[in-house]
């Protein structure tokens, strides 16, 4: 068989439609809509809003955010990426990359590309910039990264798919 485990093909077109989609997802989410942002357009301090808007809900300000909204927007963000981490792991499985160098890749992606979408939403009038969805979209990368490095052979989604065939 040359080295190659069954359903290796599968398992990279798998991983190859995970990512893409979720490059899809994240940017068409991020980028895709008018935005409403009034006042500051960005935000460069890290955690600030969301320590300002978590105060809020504790303590009850002027424009206290919906629970809801707020836990949205954490969650939303930080697990976004986490797709692109988990696939990127498995996409460079057998490069010559240790598991902890195919974890940091997928932190260093993520970082990059939400820095990029943030800094696109910063040059667009009416949208909001904001660093600590850079630090919540690395953090989702980074968590799928270091799931995938830590699932068992049996927890694998693509070779579940390809015992199936």
């Known amino acids: 068989m040359n080295g190659v485990r069954p359903g290796a093909d599968d398992s990279k077109a798998l991983y190859w439609s995970i990512l893409l989609a979720t490059l899809a997802i994240f940017l068409l989410s991020t980028l895709g809509f008018d935005g409403s942002a009034r006042g500051p357009d960005y935000n460069l301090i890290p955690m600030r809003r969301i320590l300002h808007q978590g105060t809020c809900l504790l303590t009850g300000c002027e424009q206290t955010p919906h629970p809801f909204f707020f ?95």
């Open 71 to 165: 836990a949205l927007n954490l969650i939303g963000n930080a697990l976004i990426l986490a797709p692109l981490g988990f696939s990127l792991f498995h996409l460079t499985e057998n490069k010559g990359l240790s598991r902890r160098q195919r974890i940091w890749l997928g932190l260093l992606v993520g970082l990059i590309l939400a820095l990029g979408v943030e800094t696109m939403q910063l040059l667009h009038p009416g949208r909001f910039s904001d660093i600590d969805d850079v630090l919540l979209n690395g953090s989702g990368a980074l968590l799928g990264a270091w799931l995938a490095s830590r699932q068992g052979q049996s927890w694998c989604l693509a070779r579940a798919v390809a015992r199936k065939r």
